[in-house]
């Protein structure tokens, strides 16, 4: 079983991976051709989008999945059709009325964005608030059934789609405008693929609509505190898509403009570095979180507390390897993406958010999967309030850095209190010691990377720096973390191995 989800979880690693990459290399693409304003616009339209499909929808696939796993314990295979019939039910309730009451009455709806030009391009999007929701609830299926290949190439696929189209539609496009709307084009465009192709799949490997009625009422109660965990960090990114470009311009004196064209930097170039960690750390929840719910409903605890201690520990890891590498790269990276000296020392300076943050992720997961959603939620609004805070009242202080210096606290304070938690569910984790090898190993990794890219960056462009610095590093922080004994060949070996007969 073990050597099964190694497999499952390399799998769905190197498809979110590729997938996380081509984003990258298309957000990069559109800083080239639409600018940072174009980019602005383009993401202030998905930042209110994402409300709307998390209000209707984040909460499902993962209640799906755990409500599916609880099925599958008792062998209720009609009760997995039915939470998957509950799940597009309870979507569409939602997102239907939501379509239309925002297309008809979109000149009441203003107030959303900071740009009045985003209004008319965010009205493109709205067949796929329909569409998405949908997709959500069976790409909820395919964790429950463990279906995870299907899943991730459907993913690769759409944001392959999404990336085609949308070069093919902004190219030779000089206006932020009707690049940001041609943009938005190309993301409407990928939503119908996985929406078509997502539902060939689920009917074709016997998937059926039954009965929602048994499932509706405990679908409803898990993924209510998750949805509105998920909704609320929605409405936060669209208050922070008005807030901060408007108290740039009000406490900083920039100009409507450029406070865009900064909001693009910081949220359009620099915040997806600093969470470019969150793709592992999402294919590691979308493999383990089934499992363990079986396990936690079946009340095999050794097996949970497995789970969850290996869990916890891979998020470190994958930090521990990544802090140093952004630390010291930080700019390099942004001058070599984005021709942007400002993206660099946000990436530099916050770097070191991706350790709490890796970790306040996975717990989330491990947590919702043991029934801690109204937990979750309350660490999460706590954290959000902080964060908030930050924002309005040090904005005058600190001009950009103040959203910046809002996230991290926010990170750190779900960590800690998700952490907390956890060790009462789970009295006998350990992980206590490997956080702070973690902790040593990423101080010493970004100390070697410093004095090494110190020498180099004298002599050498930001690419060769990338490339040289970078393997370096890396060899430097997994050689050190292997000489502390904090990760084995095992996992390699059973990801390798053949099948037991």
Not at 127 to 138: D, R
Not at 172 to 199: C, K, M, Q, T
Not at 258 to 271: R, S
Request: glycine fraction near 6%.
């Amino acid at each position: 079983m073990k050597n099964n989800i190694y497999k499952s979880a390399a799998q769905v690693t190197i498809f979110s991976t590729v997938e996380k990459c081509l984003s990258f290399v298309y957000r990069i693409i559109l800083t080239r051709i639409i600018g940072a304003e174009g980019l602005g616009i383009y993401q202030i339209c998905l930042t209110v989008f994402a409300v709307f499909l998390t209000a209707a929808s984040s909460g499902v696939p993962i209640t799906v999945s755990r409500l599916m796993a609880k099925s599958g314990a008792a062998n209720d295979i009609r009760g997995k059709h039915s939470a998957v019939t509950a799940g597009i039910i309870s979507t569409l309730f939602i997102t239907v009325p939501a379509a239309i009451i925002l297309f008809f009455g979109r000149n009441a709806f203003g107030f959303l964005f900071s740009d009045e030009r985003c209004t008319e391009i965010f009205i493109i999007l709205l067949p796929g608030l329909i569409l998405t929701s949908v997709y959500a609830v069976i790409r909820g299926s395919f964790w429950g059934n463990k279906q995870f290949l299907p899943y991730s190439v459907i993913e690769l696929l759409e944001d392959a789609i999404m990336v085609i189209c949308g070069v093919w539609l902004v190219f030779g496009i000089s206006d932020p405008v009707i690049g940001a709307r041609n943009a938005i084009i190309a993301v409407l465009i990928s939503y119908v693929f996985s929406f078509v192709v997502s539902l060939f799949w689920y009917f074709r490997k016997g998937g059926r609509l039954v009965n929602p009625k048994p499932q509706l009422k405990p679908l409803i109660s898990s993924a209510t505190p998750i949805t509105a965990m998920r909704t609320s960090t929605s409405l936060i990114n669209s208050a922070v898509a008005v807030i901060l470009p408007a108290l740039l311009v009000s406490a900083c004196g920039y100009s409507n403009s450029d406070a865009i064209a900064l909001y693009g930097v910081v949220l359009g170039m620099a915040v997806p570095l600093i969470y470019a960690p969150n793709a592992l750390i999402g294919s590691i929840a979308v493999v383990v979180a089934p499992e363990l719910s079986e396990n936690y409903y079946k009340k095999r605890e050794e097996a949970v507390r497995y789970d969850v201690e290996k869990t916890v520990k891979a998020a470190i890891f994958i930090a521990a390897i990544l802090v140093p590498l952004l630390f010291v790269l930080g700019g390099a990276l942004s001058k070599f993406l984005y021709d942007s000296e400002l993206c660099g020392k946000i990436v530099t300076l916050s770097s070191f958010m991706v350790l709490p943050t890796c970790i306040a992720m996975i717990t989330n997961t491990v947590l919702n999967s043991m029934n801690c959603e109204k937990r979750t939620m309350l660490y999460f609004f706590i954290g959000a309030a902080v964060m908030l805070f930050c924002l309005i009242f040090l904005t005058k202080y600190l001009d950009v850095y103040a959203y910046i210096l809002g996230i991290s606290l926010s990170q750190i304070i779900c960590t800690v209190l998700n952490l907390r938690l956890l060790a009462k569910k789970c009295p006998k984790l350990r992980y206590m010691k490997y956080l702070i090898h973690a902790l040593l190993v990423i101080a010493a990794a970004c100390l070697f990377g410093w004095l090494l890219n110190g020498i180099i960056a004298r002599y050498l462009a930001p690419v060769w720096q990338i490339l040289i610095c970078g393997p370096l590093i890396v060899a430097f922080t997994a050689g050190t973390l292997y000489c502390m004994e904090m990760f084995t060949m095992h996992p390699f070996k059973r990801l390798f191995a053949k099948r037991s007969k």
